[in-house]
């Protein structure tokens, strides 16, 4: 525990779930917290030497605001608090609800000191692309197909403007448990834009034991095997796929574009 007034609240990432992909300040920033708050699967990734101690406060994933609003209460009675989500907690994850939960109009008084820092860490679709090769070498952007958050109709819109501008495009939540359609549909967008031949990667439980990483042609995608431990990276007009040495095939797309 600590003093009254010496409290902290940082949002770390843990990477993908691989201990190498953890970074040295994100190691040292729950080191030095008393309190760790998450859903509970992900302060299962923290590596068990650096839990010894400390007090856990794990949840349900979709219970969001509320864990936030827990470490803004913890950090601002003077603890210090290490909130924390697999890969970067800025994608997709816990950094902005705290932000929120900080800036909402019925948050206490005392949660708007309370100074929030965050600490990144590997994104699935960064690990995903390294262990593929450089799908993202060239413009990329990043879609969330959950639509817990946000209507279909937005990611619909994104899917399709990705594709008209011709960006690689990384999906993150690909199938949801209640919406078991929308990688699909998603998908009947993207291939009204692309060739049968695009590349396309799957990186399941990257960094994680069972890691399984496959690039396939768009036209021989079989998209049952994607799960929400899935992220799917959909190449642009110019990536390509090589043979890799010991037969898996790399992918990359080129940094220079046509035309330049
Ligand atoms: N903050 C996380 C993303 C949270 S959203 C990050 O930066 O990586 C959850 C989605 O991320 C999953 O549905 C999946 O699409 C993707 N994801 C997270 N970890 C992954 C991993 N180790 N391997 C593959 N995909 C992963």
């Given at each position: 525990?600590?003093?009254?007034?010496?409290?902290w609240?940082?949002?770390?990432?843990?990477?993908?779930?691989d201990?190498?992909?953890?970074?040295?300040?994100?190691?040292?920033t729950?080191?030095?917290?008393?309190?760790?708050?998450?859903?509970?699967?992900?302060?299962?990734m923290?590596p068990?030497?650096?839990?010894?101690?400390k007090?856990?406060?794990g949840s349900?994933?979709?219970?969001?605001i509320?864990?936030?609003?827990?470490?803004?209460?913890?950090?601002?009675?003077?603890?210090?608090?290490a909130?924390?989500?697999?890969?970067d907690?800025?994608?997709f994850?816990?950094?902005a609800?705290?932000?929120?939960?900080?800036?909402?109009?019925g948050?206490?008084?005392?949660?708007r000191?309370?100074?929030?820092?965050?600490?990144?860490?590997?994104t699935?679709a960064?690990?995903a692309?390294?262990r593929?090769g450089?799908?993202?070498?060239?413009d990329?952007?990043?879609?969330?197909?959950?639509?817990?958050?946000?209507?279909?109709?937005?990611?619909?819109?994104?899917?399709?403007?990705?594709?008209?501008?011709?960006?690689?495009?990384?999906?993150?939540?690909?199938?949801?448990?209640?919406?078991?359609t929308?990688?699909?549909?998603a998908?009947?967008?993207?291939?009204?834009?692309?060739?049968?031949?695009?590349?396309?990667?799957?990186?399941?439980?990257?960094?994680?034991?069972?890691?399984q990483?496959?690039?396939?042609?768009?036209?021989?995608?079989?998209?049952?095997?994607?799960?929400?431990?899935?992220?799917?990276?959909?190449?642009?007009?110019?990536?390509?796929?090589?043979?890799?040495?010991?037969?898996?095939?790399?992918?990359?797309?080129?940094?220079?574009?046509?035309?330049?």
């Amino acid at each position: 525990m600590s003093d009254h007034g010496s409290g902290w609240l940082a949002v770390v990432g843990l990477g993908p779930g691989d201990p190498r992909w953890l970074l040295p300040e994100a190691r040292r920033t729950i080191e030095a917290a008393d309190h760790l708050v998450g859903y509970q699967t992900y302060l299962d990734m923290v590596p068990v030497e650096l839990v010894a101690g400390k007090e856990r406060h794990g949840s349900d994933n979709r219970v969001e605001i509320e864990r936030a609003g827990l470490a803004l209460q913890l950090a601002a009675a003077g603890e210090r608090v290490a909130v924390v989500s697999s890969g970067d907690p800025g994608v997709f994850a816990m950094a902005a609800a705290v932000f929120e939960a900080q800036q909402d109009a019925g948050a206490p008084e005392a949660w708007r000191s309370v100074d929030i820092t965050v600490v990144p860490g590997v994104t699935a679709a960064l690990a995903a692309a390294a262990r593929a090769g450089a799908p993202l070498g060239h413009d990329f952007c990043l879609v969330s197909l959950s639509d817990n958050l946000k209507p279909w109709s937005i990611i619909e819109r994104r899917v399709r403007a990705a594709m008209e501008a011709d960006l690689v495009l990384a999906l993150y939540n690909p199938v949801s448990r209640h919406r078991p359609t929308q990688l699909a549909a998603a998908f009947d967008l993207i291939r009204d834009h692309r060739s049968p031949a695009t590349p396309v990667v799957l990186g399941r439980d990257v960094g994680r034991p069972g890691e399984q990483v496959s690039v396939i042609e768009l036209g021989a995608l079989d998209l049952s095997v994607c799960d929400m431990r899935t992220v799917v990276i959909v190449g642009s007009t110019t990536t390509v796929i090589v043979p890799g040495a010991g037969g898996a095939s790399r992918v990359y797309t080129p940094r220079t574009y046509p035309g330049s």
